[in-house]
């Protein structure tokens, strides 16, 4: 009953609150402790009845010309570069672009402008330019963004108004000069040999140096790993068609993809059983897996791993 008669009275007083006033007479002297009737300019309230917050200086961001990179079907990238961009032919009509960030007191854009309006897309931390999987012309891997003495700088890829962007947030610790290291280029697979073991093939698949910076030396980014599983494969089955049997030597390639970025070459044995499901006891089979590594059919198998180990 003391619960329901205080909420009772606090409704009342809510409502005498909200209740106008008597109207004054026009004779009432004016009040002398309350409010003054007309406040100054300066004394304005703010009309959420709150002080007006400051607003916050976000720093500019700089934009930075790197140049203009072509990319046609069947033909090497070029790139005319800008000021603090400097350009390296790789194998496999790959371009290095080390590029040094003019200024590093807050954000910059290092822009390549791409003419011809070629499609660019950015997913997965790369960036693919033209369509997959036939129109595909070249890609850009997440760059390495480093200051002077190593540390990481944060960076991020996007497509803008027709050009690939690059946008760079150093902080005050870094220190020195930053530069940042970005690859072009669409050949990922180098060569595919073949060798026997246990009376079948052997395919040792070998990468290009922009197949390298692709991948990077840890897990890669999804984009990658998803260019290097529908486009890597294309290309190593274009160099060596007899791979594309039986589907055990599809599934080590994805294995390896992901389990074994820093191998200088990646071997697929075509006796191996076909194992859909290879990425539970990865880390046990290092994509080297037996029949005894297959479900039993009762389905019971070891646990799952996060993802799979250097193989061979």
């Known amino acids: 009953m003391r619960a329901v008669a205080a909420m009772m009275a606090c409704l009342a007083l809510a409502g005498c609150a909200s209740a106008p006033g008597p109207t004054p007479t026009p004779d009432a002297p004016p009040a002398t402790n309350g409010p003054s009737a007309s406040a100054s300019p300066s004394q ?150 073949v060798a026997t073991e246990r009376d079948e093939p052997m395919y040792a698949v070998t990468r290009t140096p922009f197949g390298h910076a692709l991948l990077g030396g840890g897990l890669g980014t999804p984009g990658a790993r998803e260019l290097f599983e529908q486009q890597g494969w294309r290309q190593a089955v274009a160099l060596q068609p007899a791979l594309s049997s039986p589907d055990s030597l599809k599934q080590q390639f994805d294995c390896h993809v992901l389990g074994a970025p820093r191998k200088q070459s990646w071997n697929l044995e075509a006796y191996r059983p076909d194992h859909p499901d290879w990425v539970r006891g990865a880390l046990e089979h290092r994509c080297n897996w037996e029949p005894e590594d297959l479900p039993s059919p009762s389905g019971e198998q070891a646990d799952p791993s996060p993802s799979p180990s250097e193989s061979g």
Not at 61 to 89: H, K, M, N
Not at 115 to 138: Q, R, S
């Open 44 to 193: 304005v309230p703010s009309p959420t009845g709150s002080p007006s917050a400051s607003p916050t200086v976000q720093p500019s961001v700089r934009a930075q010309p790197l140049g203009s990179l072509t990319v046609r079907p069947g033909a090497a990238p070029t790139l005319d570069a800008g000021p603090g961009a400097e350009v390296a032919e790789q194998p496999s009509d790959a371009l290095q672009v080390i590029a040094t960030v003019a200024d590093r007191s807050g954000p910059t854009r290092l822009e390549l402008r791409l003419p011809g309006g070629p499609e660019l897309t950015v997913n997965g931390g790369v960036a693919v330019i033209g369509t997959l999987p036939d129109g595909f012309l070249a890609a850009v891997p997440e760059p390495e963004v480093l200051d002077e003495d190593g540390q990481p700088v944060a960076s991020a890829l996007s497509a803008r108004d027709g050009s690939l962007v690059l946008t760079v947030t150093p902080e005050e610790r870094h220190t020195g000069v930053i530069t940042a290291e970005l690859w072009v280029g669409r050949q990922v697979i180098d060569a595919v040999t």
